[in-house]
């Protein structure tokens, strides 16, 4: 494999850009069993796929093209889009819905698997799960156009949907739940199979925050000079770093501040710097998630 190679892998394609070694290195080319890390993806594949490499891009974009109409083609039905609540509602009243579908998304191919045995498992001879697919990476347009017509949620695990998708999600009532704990998700699936829907703990994201700068403070450590593009920072609420929609850090802030002086919150628009508590991983281009909890009351009718 050298620079400047075209390939395709999975349903992604890509011209090398640049091949990292395992020393960190960047080397012209690799042969057999030398492990490199390719720069120059058009998206993320999935582990185990094979990486080709062909002519040109024409046909690098062509075969990419074709596999995900094919693996679409496999997984599209018909129907409309329904909620994971409106889902057990129906099965609860309805002995003849045995399956229950889902998608999963997690931030390694490992989440993903595992989560989907764990599924396998659930369910008896009148309810069963069935996950219609599962990926890693982001949540995209494509995932919640496959959940529309599945009548399927969208599982998120440690990633979270793009902007785009968040908005498709919300317009076309694709409901997308989002967990950080592989049991917790599974307790979820298992009360939802079983109808019995308590009360719960939900999270409503009242703001995002895209990391322009990193500066080192004295005394702080450091902090990320940011710019509030969602919503609305505030100091008391639950915070997450994404790094490329993946979950990197949860916790809490140490500072937020507008200029100089330490503020309660930060509105959509404006800038402001910010520091995590007991976290210092941050890097400009990482995005900031503001969260805050309530309990639920989980309804079936």
């Not at 620079?3 to 070694?21: C, H, M, P, T």
Request: aromatic share 4%; charged share 30%.
């Amino acid at each position: 494999l050298r620079k400047g190679d075209i390939f395709v892998v999975g349903e992604q394609w890509g011209k090398v850009r640049a091949l990292i070694n395992d020393k960190g290195d960047t080397i012209a080319e690799a042969g057999p069993s030398v492990p490199v890390e390719v720069l120059g993806l058009s998206g993320t594949p999935s582990a185990g796929d094979t990486l080709n490499v062909v002519e040109t891009e024409a046909q690098a974009r062509e075969i990419a093209d074709y596999r995900i109409k094919t693996a679409k083609d496999k997984r599209a039905a018909a129907g409309a889009a329904t909620t994971l609540e409106q889902l057990m509602a129906k099965a609860k009243a309805d002995q003849s819905v045995a399956e229950l579908p889902i998608l999963i998304k997690a931030d390694v191919q490992g989440s993903a698997e595992a989560i989907v045995q764990a599924m396998e498992k659930i369910g008896n001879e009148e309810v069963r799960v069935r996950v219609l697919h599962s990926g890693v990476g982001a949540i995209t347009d494509t995932d919640v156009g496959l959940a529309e017509a599945s009548k399927a949620p969208i599982i998120g695990f440690n990633v979270r949907a793009n902007a785009s998708a968040r908005q498709s999600a919300h317009q076309k009532g694709v409901e997308i739940r989002y967990y950080s704990i592989i049991y917790d998700l599974v307790d979820d699936i298992k009360k939802a199979a079983s109808g019995l829907l308590k009360a719960e703990v939900r999270e409503h994201f009242i703001g995002y925050a895209t990391i322009k700068e990193v500066f080192k403070v004295t005394g702080v450590g450091h902090v990320a000079g940011c710019l509030v593009t969602e919503g609305v920072a505030r100091r008391s609420a639950g915070v997450r770093l994404l790094r490329d929609s993946v979950v990197i850090h949860e916790g809490t802030l140490k500072t937020l501040k507008r200029f100089k002086d330490e503020v309660k919150e930060v509105i959509s628009g404006q800038e402001c710097g910010m520091a995590f508590e007991r976290y210092e991983d941050i890097r400009p281009g990482d995005v900031i998630e503001i969260f805050e909890r309530e309990e639920v009351q989980r309804k079936l009718d």
